[in-house]
């Protein structure tokens, strides 16, 4: 129920309040490692479908950011599919940078 909520943060049209949250997720991330396998799979989705694209520097960082701590602090196979799927289906940087971070 949290995670539903925080979704909703990931995909605000506010910039701020984007990256606040991006910021945020980066820091519960090395704390609940694993632990966030259950919402995994809506939590890369809202992380990725705006962010990496973002003309914002600050937010396009901060989803980077957020995409190299779930690679460092999570099992490999749980961010396989999403991943996949997220390379496929995205374009330009966002799509690019999927890609890097499969290989």
Do not use: W
């Amino acid at each position: 129920q949290i995670f539903d909520a925080f979704k909703s943060r990931l995909h605000d049209s506010n910039s701020k309040v984007n990256q606040v949250a991006l910021e945020a997720m980066h820091k519960m991330i090395p704390l609940l490692k694993d632990n966030l396998s259950p919402v995994i799979n809506m939590l890369i989705p809202a992380t990725v479908d705006n962010n990496l694209n973002s003309k914002n520097p600050g937010v396009y960082a901060a989803a980077t950011n957020v995409i190299q701590a779930l690679c460092q602090h999570l099992d490999n196979s749980l961010l396989l599919q999403p991943f996949c799927t997220k390379a496929q289906f995205l374009n330009g940087k966002a799509k690019q940078d999927m890609t890097e971070t499969l290989a």
